[in-house]
C-alpha cells in the first residue's frame, strides 16, 4: 500500500490568527494547515465554513419549475383526499428519506388513512421502483407515490403505474437517465451545475427540501416545525457519506446539534426515544459525526442487510410509543450484531479467493460465491476495494437446483476507489446486465449466471483501457504529521472545528513516525445477550520518544499479532470515548507499517543492493559503486559481494542501522501467534511476510515451521503463498522440546551475528573479508 503525506503550504500568520479565534485552547496551527488544504482561505469562508450561523441555505425553489409542479400535484392530492405512498430504499439514507417524508408530509396527509410507505426488500427486491410493489400500492387505492432517495432511472417502471392511473414524483439524488422519465415532477440535484451549493444533497436532503417548499407554499397548515426533522436529515447525509459542503454541512451542522439536544432530554421527553435508545446501545451520545458514521449509520443499515425487511426502521426513528422504540432499538442492535459475524466470515473467504487471483492482470476484482449472504456484499466490497486498490464487484449466485430450467441469477454490490468512475464503467456492460444503479463510487446489479465471465472480460478490458498502462495502487493518505506528545484532548477540539467531516472533507489523518506499541490485547465484541460475535478489537498504547507518556488506542477489526513488534510508523484518527464513562481521548489505527528502510543517497551510476531480498535486486548501470543496505549475517555474504565489486571494478559502501532484538523466545511466541491467527482467519501469508514480521532469517524459520508442525500446526504452500492449519497435537514432549530449541537457537545465534557485525568497524570487515579472499 502506497502512503501519501499531503503537501504542506505555506501559511500566512494571519489565516493562523484567525483560526485561533475559534480553537482557544491551542495554536490554532494544525486546524489552520488542515483548512488551507481544503481551500478554505479567506474569513468569510473560514467563518462560513465554522459558524452555521454565517451561512446563508439556498431556497428549495432553486430547483425551478421541477419544484413547483411537485408542489402543485400534492397541493391537488391534499385537496381531492387522494392517497399517498411514499416510497423508500432500504439503506441508510433511504430509511432516513423515508422518515423526513413520513413527518414532514404528514404534516399535510393523515398517517396510515391518506399517507403510507414503502420499502422493498433488499434480499427479495433490490433498489428502486418495482411492478409487484405498485401493483400493492393500486390495490390500496393510491394516485400518487413520492418517491425517496431512488427513481430517476425507473423509466418502464413509472409508465407502468401511469398505465394504473397513479402519478409519480422523484426525489432522488442518483445517476439521470438520458431523457427526463414522465414524471409530475423530479426533484434531483444532479440536474444543477457542480458548484451548486445543493449539488451534492443526499437522498435524505432532497426529501427535506421538498418538505421545505411545501411549508413555504401552505404555511399554515404545519403543527410542527420544519427543524423538527433535522435530526433525520443529518443521520442520512453523514451515513451515507455524501460530499458535506454548501447546503450539506449546513443541514448536517444543525441536525448533530438537534440529535445532541433531544439525546440530553429524560427519555420520557424525548421527540425520538428510538433515536436516543439506539445511541445508548452503541454507547455514543449524538454530539459527533461519528457517531451516526460508526454507530446509528451501520445499525439502520443492518437491519436490511440481515432481515430483507427494514419498514420497521422507519417507525423506529418517527414513533413516540418509548416501549415499541426500546423493543425496535434493540431487534436493531441484534441486527447489526449478525452483520459483523457475517461481514467477517464473507471478508475471510473473499481474501481466500483472492489469494488465487494474479492482480497484476486484474483491473477490476469480481469474485462470486453461491454461499455469500448478499445484504454484507457491499461492506465487504468497500473493504478489499480500498485494501488493494481496485474497484470490487461481489456476487451471490443462485444454484437453481429446484429449478434445473430457470434462468440463474446472479446479485450483488459493487465498490470503487477514487479515480474510477464504477458506475460509467458498468453502465457501459449493461447489455450483459439485469439490473444495475447507483453512483461513480458504489453500484448495485443482478445479471445472468453465465454472463459472468463475459462481464469480468468486458470491464477489466475497459478500464484497462481507459488507465492507459497506468497501475493501480491501494493508497492511504495522511494529512498532518504529529508526535504522541501532540494527541490529546487541544489536537482534539482544534480538529473539532473542522465537523462534521465527509467526502471533500475526511476526518483527518495523523501520521506519528517512529513510533512503537505497548501492552496490546485483543478481544471479541459481545451481542446484548453476551455472546461473543467473529468481530475483535485490538486496544493498545503508543509510544514515541517526544514523551515519556503513552497514549492510549483501538485497531478495529485486527489482532494484537498484526501489530509490529518493533518500530513502526502508523496513520490514525483522533476521538473521543466516553463509552462506560472512560472519558478518555484516543487513537483509532487506520494504517501501521515497519519504520521505512535507511535511505542511501546514491550517486549516478550506483548499484543498489537490498540485502534482505536477494531474489528481487535491481542493478543500475552496473558501476561506479556497489552501495549494501542493512546488515550482513555472514563472512560468505560479504565475500560473495566484495567478489562481485573487484570483478565489476566498483566500490562497495555498506550501511545498516543497529539491530533491535527481540528476544528468542518472544520470536517464538509471536510465530505460535501468528499460526493461530492464520488458522482462525483461514488467511494466507507470504514467507517474505514472515521473515520481515519475525525479522529471521530463512534458515531459522524452516527450523520454525517444524517447531510448529509438533504442536499441531500443518504449513502447505499455495503457490507463492504459505497456509497454515491446526490439526492436532503430536504427542511427543520431548521431540517438541528439542524441536522448539533447535530454532531458539538458530534464532540466538544469527541474532549474535548481526550484533558482532553492527559493532565492527567497516575497515575490519574489509580487512577480515578481503583476507579471506586470498
Known amino acids: 500500500m502506497q502512503w501519501i503525506l499531503v503537501e504542506t503550504e505555506q501559511i500566512p500568520e494571519w489565516f493562523i490568527q484567525a483560526v485561533k479565534k475559534y480553537t482557544p485552547l491551542s495554536s490554532g496551527i494544525f486546524a489552520a494547515q488542515l483548512l488551507w488544504q481544503r481551500g478554505i482561505k479567506t474569513e468569510l469562508q473560514l467563518a462560513s465554513f465554522v459558524n452555521y450561523q454565517v451561512y446563508q441555505p439556498a431556497s428549495p425553489y432553486e430547483f425551478g419549475q421541477e419544484m413547483d409542479l411537485a408542489m402543485q400535484r400534492l397541493k391537488k392530492a391534499g385537496e381531492a383526499g387522494e392517497k399517498v405512498a411514499i416510497w423508500g430504499d432500504f439503506d441508510a439514507d433511504g430509511i432516513t428519506s423515508t422518515a423526513v417524508l413520513w413527518d414532514g408530509l404528514g404534516q399535510f396527509f393523515i398517517q396510515h388513512q391518506q399517507l403510507t410507505y414503502y420499502i422493498p426488500n433488499r434480499l427479495t427486491e433490490s433498489h428502486g421502483l418495482n411492478v409487484a410493489g405498485i401493483d400493492n400500492l393500486a390495490e390500496q387505492g393510491c394516485k400518487l407515490i413520492v418517491t425517496c432517495d431512488t427513481g430517476s432511472t425507473n423509466i418502464d417502471e413509472i409508465i407502468y403505474a401511469q398505465k394504473l392511473g397513479i402519478d409519480v414524483i422523484v426525489t432522488d439524488h442518483h445517476t439521470l437517465p438520458a431523457e427526463r422519465p414522465p414524471v409530475a415532477a423530479i426533484i434531483n440535484p444532479r440536474y444543477l451545475p457542480k458548484e451548486h451549493p445543493l449539488f451534492h444533497l443526499s437522498g435524505v436532503a432532497v426529501a427535506y427540501k421538498l418538505v421545505e417548499a411545501l411549508y413555504e407554499t401552505l404555511p399554515d397548515i404545519p403543527q410542527h416545525p420544519l427543524d423538527d426533522l433535522l435530526d433525520l436529515v443529518a443521520v442520512g447525509l453523514i451515513a451515507d457519506l455524501v460530499q458535506l459542503n454548501g447546503d450539506c454541512r449546513y443541514l448536517a451542522q444543525l441536525g448533530i446539534q438537534q440529535l445532541q439536544a433531544d439525546y440530553k432530554k429524560p427519555v420520557a421527553e424525548r421527540r425520538r426515544p428510538g433515536v436516543g435508545r439506539l445511541l445508548e446501545l452503541c454507547q455514543k451520545s449524538g454530539d459527533r459525526p461519528t457517531d451516526i458514521s460508526f454507530g446509528l449509520g451501520p445499525r439502520i443499515n443492518a437491519v436490511s442487510r440481515i432481515h430483507g425487511d427494514a419498514s420497521f426502521c422507519v417507525e423506529l426513528l418517527t414513533s413516540r410509543d418509548i416501549e415499541r422504540c426500546q423493543q425496535l432499538a434493540e431487534e436493531t442492535e441484534l441486527a447489526n450484531t449478525r452483520r459483523k459475524s457475517l461481514q467477517k466470515d464473507v471478508q475471510n473467504q473473499v481474501f481466500k479467493k483472492l489469494s488465487q487471483l494474479d492482480l497484476s492482470t486484474t483491473s477490476v476484482i ?45 446479485r450483488g454490490s459493487a465498490r470503487s476507489i477514487n479515480s474510477v468512475d464504477l458506475y460509467q464503467l458498468v453502465k457501459e456492460q449493461a447489455h450483459l446486465l439485469h439490473r444495475f444503479g447507483g453512483h461513480p463510487f458504489a453500484a448495485g446489479l443482478s445479471l445472468l449466471v453465465e454472463n459472468i465471465p463475459l462481464f469480468t472480460d468486458a470491464i477489466n478490458q475497459k478500464l484497462r483501457q481507459s488507465l492507459g498502462g497506468i497501475n493501480l495502487t491501494p493508497t492511504v493518505q495522511a494529512d498532518l504529521v504529529v508526535t504522541v506528545a501532540d494527541l490529546g484532548k487541544e489536537l482534539f477540539l482544534e480538529l473539532k472545528l473542522l465537523e462534521p467531516c465527509g467526502m471533500g472533507n475526511p476526518i483527518p489523518k495523523l501520521l506519528i513516525k517512529n513510533c512503537w506499541f505497548e501492552k496490546a490485547w485483543h478481544r471479541n465484541q459481545e451481542d446484548l445477550k453476551g455472546k461473543k460475535i467473529q468481530y475483535i478489537k485490538t486496544e493498545f498504547l503508543i509510544r514515541d520518544d517526544s514523551t515519556n507518556h503513552t497514549f492510549p488506542g483501538i485497531w478495529w477489526g485486527h489482532y494484537q499479532e498484526e501489530l509490529p513488534n518493533g518500530r513502526c510508523d502508523c496513520i490514525a484518527e483522533i476521538d473521543f470515548n466516553s463509552f462506560k464513562d472512560k472519558n478518555r481521548y484516543e487513537i483509532r489505527l487506520i494504517a501501521v507499517r515497519p519504520c521505512a528502510d535507511l535511505e542511501v543517497k546514491t550517486e549516478k551510476s550506483a548499484m543498489i543492493l537490498d540485502w534482505r531480498n536477494q531474489d528481487d535486486l535491481e542493478f543500475k548501470e552496473n558501476n561506479s559503486i556497489l552501495i549494501i543496505k542493512d546488515c550482513p549475517t555472514s563472512w560468505d555474504d560479504v565475500r560473495a559481494w566484495l567478489r562481485r565489486s573487484i570483478y565489476n571494478q566498483q566500490q562497495i559502501a555498506i550501511a545498516w542501522s543497529k539491530p533491535d532484538n527481540k528476544t ?67 504427542q511427543d514432549e520431548i521431540k517438541t522440546e528439542n524441536a522448539i530449541n533447535q530454532f531458539l537457537a538458530a534464532v540466538r545465534e544469527e541474532q549474535f551475528q548481526k550484533e558482532y557485525f553492527a559493532t565492527v568497524p567497516i575497515s575490519m570487515i574489509q580487512a577480515i573479508a578481503f583476507h579471506g579472499l586470498l
Open 366 to 410: 469480481v469474485l462470486e460465491d453461491p454461499q455469500w449472504p448478499s445484504g454484507v456484499l457491499g461492506l465487504v466490497a468497500g473493504q478489499v476495494a480500498q485494501e488493494i486498490g481496485r474497484p470490487t464487484i461481489l456476487l451471490s449466485t443462485e444454484t437453481g437446483d429446484s429449478e434445473p430450467n430457470k434462468p440463474k441469477f446472479a
Open 664 to 730: 528468542p523466545k518472544e520470536i517464538w511466541f509471536t510465530l505460535v501467534g501468528i499460526a493461530k491467527y492464520l488458522n482462525r482467519t483461514n488467511q494466507l501469508v507470504t514467507r517474505l511476510q514472515l521473515l520481515e514480521k519475525l525479522g529471521i532469517s530463512d534458515k531459522s524459520l524452516h527450523l520454525g515451521f517444524k517447531a510448529l508442525r509438533y504442536l499441531g500446526f500443518i504449513v502447505e504452500h499455495q503457490d507463492r503463498y504459505l497456509q497454515i492449519t491446526w490439526d492436532e497435537f503430536i
